[in-house]
């Protein structure tokens, strides 16, 4: 079982920065990908960005440029770098681990990027 804490979330006027982590606890061995996904109301949840245990990123085009995920091994905790945010970034931000049996999600943290 892995367990996953977000923190980090908040209240950024628009063009603003902030920088979400990520802690795991648990079976950490068993993790090869971890990520960031989003969910605006009423919309469905999206992927923001990957990163693989050997290091290799992935972003959604909408974050490309904007955002820089990473990690820190030592700490087992993940993070979200997000700059130039937009009206459009307000969203409930969920912590993922795919792992070898049932994915972990966190609980979210909340977004929200004012004009």
């Known amino acids: 079982q892995v367990l996953l804490v977000e923190s980090g979330g908040g209240l950024v006027q628009v063009g603003g920065s902030l920088r979400l982590s990520c802690a795991a606890s648990?079976?950490?061995?068993?993790?090869?990908?971890m990520g960031w996904y989003r969910q605006a109301p009423g919309k469905r949840r999206e992927l923001v960005a990957t990163i693989t245990t050997e290091g290799r990123t992935n972003y959604a085009d909408s974050v490309k440029g904007r955002f820089t995920i990473s990690r820190d091994t030592a700490k087992n905790t993940m993070y979200l770098q997000m700059s130039s945010l937009q009206p459009e970034d307000t969203a409930v931000y969920y912590c993922?681990?795919?792992?070898?049996?049932?994915?972990?999600w966190g609980q979210g943290t909340q977004v929200t990027v004012s004009s």
């Open positions: 648990g079976s950490i061995s068993s993790i090869y990908r």
């Open positions: 993922n681990a795919a792992r070898i049996g049932p994915d972990a």
